[in-house]
């Protein structure tokens, strides 16, 4: 059983400029989140994607959208990249939506915005 | 809201002494609790998870953690540490608003001396 792969592993890109992140979820699992990890911090959540739905978001603005396909792969972009968005990104997949379900976390991208 | 307090951003033991990490819950039902831990630059690996089943919970690498509700308490501990077990911690709750979300403490840092 795969767990959950993310790609590309490391980034660097320019304030400005629009970035695409891309996950594939464990096998069996439907449900998709993404996370930004700055350093030092905890994971923040930025929003879930259970069968190609939005079903969750926090609190970031409408330049970071996602999209999950219906093998359940998802993509994070992130448009008009700011410094601040320099951070690891984490992809975790659940096998279901909902409380109490552990999730899969892949290894992360490590975007640098210059 | 629910949220999660780590108390203490590090803490250091000796190699065979007691790991105990502490970890404070805010919620006004019952909770859905995780731990997991981060290698240095890896992705989130679960420890364990309570949802309610028993209040002591065990996990992966000897790891533990007592669910107190008298107390809003789910601190994780290992009897006798490893130098492997040096990562960073972090305890989360299931956002029972949010789809199950995770929402993260801020990490607790260990270190295990020789």
């Known amino acids: 059983e795969t767990g959950v792969t993310q790609s590309p592993t490391h980034l660097i890109k320019t304030r400005g400029q629009q970035v695409t992140l891309r996950c594939s979820s464990q096998?069996?699992?439907?449900?998709v989140s993404w996370y930004q990890q700055a350093l030092g911090q905890g994971p923040q959540f930025i929003f879930q994607?259970?069968?190609?739905?939005?079903?969750g978001r926090g609190n970031f603005p409408p330049r970071f959208s996602g999209l999950q396909f219906p093998n359940y792969s998802s993509e994070l972009n992130v448009n008009a990249l700011e410094l601040d968005d320099s951070a690891l990104y984490l992809c975790?997949?659940?096998?279901?939506?909902?409380?109490?379900?552990?999730?899969?976390f892949g290894s992360g991208t490590r975007l640098t915005v210059v | 809201a629910q949220s999660v307090t780590q108390l203490g951003s590090h803490v250091s033991v000796s190699e065979g002494a007691l790991v105990l990490l502490r970890c404070n819950y805010s919620?006004?039902?019952?909770?859905?609790l995780f731990w997991y831990v981060q290698y240095p630059n890896q992705g989130l690996q679960l420890l364990l998870k309570?949802?309610?089943?028993?209040?002591l919970v065990k996990g992966i690498n000897g790891f533990e953690a007592e669910f107190k509700k008298s107390e809003t308490s789910f601190h994780l501990t290992k009897p006798s540490a490893h130098m492997s077990d040096a990562a960073e911690y972090f305890c989360?709750?299931?956002?029972?608003?949010?789809?199950?979300?995770?929402?993260f403490g801020q990490g607790t840092e260990l270190s295990v001396k020789p």
């Open positions: 994607y259970y069968r190609e739905e939005e079903n």
């Open positions: 309570y949802t309610s089943a028993a209040t």
């Open positions: 096998s069996g699992h439907n449900t």
């Open positions: 919620s006004s039902v019952p909770p859905y």
């Open positions: 975790a997949s659940s096998e279901r939506t909902g409380v109490g379900y552990g999730y899969t």
């Open positions: 989360a709750v299931s956002d029972l608003e949010g789809g199950g979300k995770l929402i």
